[in-house]
């Protein structure tokens, strides 16, 4: 086999353990997860994250990945990664066609991580994670900013089990 070919294959199973490796999607189209969220009204947690950064990775594994199976968040957050060094592309609330990195740049993130609460038309429900935080305290942080979107949207307050 060939070095290019190699590497292509190399680069390709990279892609897929980053994209399939967590429970939670790449953005592709914000309008139309907005339109579902709606229906359900959940609130979208959008991670805007950077390859090469180990903030990210440890955010993302530690707490952005296991939201979809949270018994309290599971059904109830809707929840997008955005790659901010990345030109996959994407289309904004505004049905808009772009890129992660123009989308990032154009919701004024400058720093990764940072985890956004949107509302269904890309409104923000409360205020952005920045950064990695303090360990011990950074899932408090993020279920309340998850309830406080929660909340915006009308969703019935979620209990502790």
Request: hydrophobic share 40%; charged share 20%.
């Amino acid at each position: 086999m060939s070095r290019a070919i190699y590497y292509l294959l190399l680069l390709a199973l990279l892609w897929c353990r980053s994209t399939l490796a967590y429970g939670v999607s790449d953005a592709h189209d914000l309008a139309a997860d907005g339109r579902q969220a709606a229906e359900s009204k959940t609130p979208i947690v959008v991670m805007f994250s950077a390859d090469h950064c180990p903030y990210c990775e440890q955010v993302r594994r530690d707490y952005i990945d296991p939201l979809p199976d949270h018994p309290r968040f599971g059904r109830r957050v809707m929840v997008r990664i955005v790659t901010t060094d990345s030109d996959f592309t994407l289309t904004d609330f505004n049905g808009v066609e772009t890129t992660h990195t123009h989308f990032a740049r154009d919701q004024g993130v400058a720093l990764v991580p940072t985890v956004r609460f949107y509302g269904v038309n890309g409104e923000r429900l409360a205020p952005d994670l920045v950064g990695a935080m303090l360990p011990d305290f950074y899932l408090d942080y993020l279920e309340g900013a998850i309830k406080q979107a929660a909340r915006k949207l009308g969703q019935a307050t979620m209990s502790r089990h």
